[in-house]
């Protein structure tokens, strides 16, 4: 009777499952070797219109918590001007937010609110950066770095941006930053730079790479100390510095002493046209060599000269097939490059299409002739 009733049991189970909740028919299913889901947060997750799929498939070990708090996190996205559908999507993409205690968020939002002009432009970074903002650890290092920061004057949206981008930035010891600024500071006025122009300088690097702070000030140091050893002057260096902004810092002396071997030879330059072709591309500074090799022998194939690209070096910087297209669009206006300028294929896809544009317009205007009589519409 007993083997029977079991049986019985066995045979509806799974009619049995379907008829619970989703949540808890998950959690039921779970495989043993992985801990329990916590319910309440599950629950909690899923009134929130979270898909409970997508946490389960990339942070399933958030689901099984003991302490979540996952009603007090939505209030304090609420109070910051989030509605419905953005706290689902944070939750979404960083469900540990939920795990953060609320009292550690309301000193986070504080510290952030100091940087951020007002509350919609806050929960506008939340959004795209919920990890940065979620990430509670080092909050004394934060605010001094913030503090630091602010001394100098910069701009709140620079310093939200960095917080957002670069979060690691502000984790360090604020001493870490002072000295990269240090050197910095440094550079720029040992190349000439004006004092005066100093904050608006650091604030351009700042907003076009977040993460120089990370590079060490030596790795500064060592990079211009080459490029000084090449024959660079100072304002040449700092126009350099300006052009290639923090990515200067990740620059290797020998990296950078094998593209300039490689474009000389290439090229049959000399040492000041070498000079001038690294100012006006300060990327062949770091493109590997394979990829410089590879860029120019493609240009060497499809008839480009060498003296073309001497005037033109910005060429190099694009890929092989992007140098192909532009090609073949021009010519299709009847414009040969190799026998004219390649100006007209570099820069941005914006920029090209400018420049075809006006070849377009110029093929399809007529010449005027100033001798021919002028004949009114009627005629």
């Known amino acids: 009777m007993l083997r029977i009733t079991a049986a019985s049991l066995c045979t509806y189970c799974p009619r049995i499952r379907l008829l619970l909740p989703p949540s808890a028919a998950a959690s039921n299913v779970t495989s043993q070797n992985k801990r329990l889901e916590n319910q309440h947060t599950v629950d909690s997750l899923y009134e929130l219109s979270v898909d409970i799929r997508k946490v389960r498939k990339f942070k399933s070990w958030v689901l099984s918590e003991s302490s979540a708090y996952v009603s007090e996190t939505a209030d304090l996205l609420r109070d910051m001007g989030a509605d419905t559908t ?28 100091s940087v951020c002009p007002n509350k919609r432009e806050l929960m506008s970074i939340i959004e795209k950066f919920p990890a940065s903002f979620f990430t509670l650890t080092h909050h004394s290092n934060q605010r001094a770095n913030i503090l630091y920061l602010q001394s100098l004057r910069l701009n709140k949206r620079i310093i939200g941006k960095l917080m957002a981008s670069a979060p690691q930035s502000f984790s360090r010891p604020v001493e870490s930053n002072q000295e990269v600024i240090h050197t ?75 593209a300039l071997a490689y474009i000389e030879g290439a090229l049959a330059c000399s040492q000041d046209e070498l000079k001038q072709i690294v100012i006006r591309c300060p990327a062949v500074l770091y493109y590997s060599l394979p990829t410089l090799a590879a860029r120019f022998q493609g240009l060497m194939d499809v008839g480009v ?49 400018m420049s075809y544009g006006k070849l377009h317009l110029r093929q399809q205007r007529p010449l005027f002739n100033p001798v021919a009589p002028i004949r009114s519409a009627e005629e």
């Open 184 to 258: 910095l500071r440094e550079t720029y006025l040992d190349l000439g730079g004006d004092e005066g122009n100093l904050r608006v300088w650091l604030q351009k690097l700042l907003s076009q790479n977040p993460y120089i702070l990370l590079r060490p000030a030596e790795a500064w140091r060592d990079s211009l100390g080459f490029l000084r050893e090449q024959g660079f002057s100072t304002e040449e260096l700092l126009s350099l510095v300006s052009s290639l902004r923090a990515s200067i810092a990740e620059l290797q002396p020998e990296a950078m002493r094998q």
């Open 305 to 353: 000269s060498m003296e073309q690209v001497k005037k033109s070096p910005n060429v190099l910087e694009l890929t092989t097939q992007i140098v192909l297209y532009r090609i073949q669009k021009l010519a299709s206006y009847g414009y040969d490059v190799r026998s004219g300028s390649l100006d007209f294929i570099v820069g941005t896809k914006k920029d090209f299409e």
């Open 86 to 113: 953005a706290i689902a999507r944070i939750l979404e993409t960083h469900p540990e937010a939920v795990l953060c205690r609320p009292g550690d968020v309301a000193a986070q939002r504080d510290l952030w609110v």
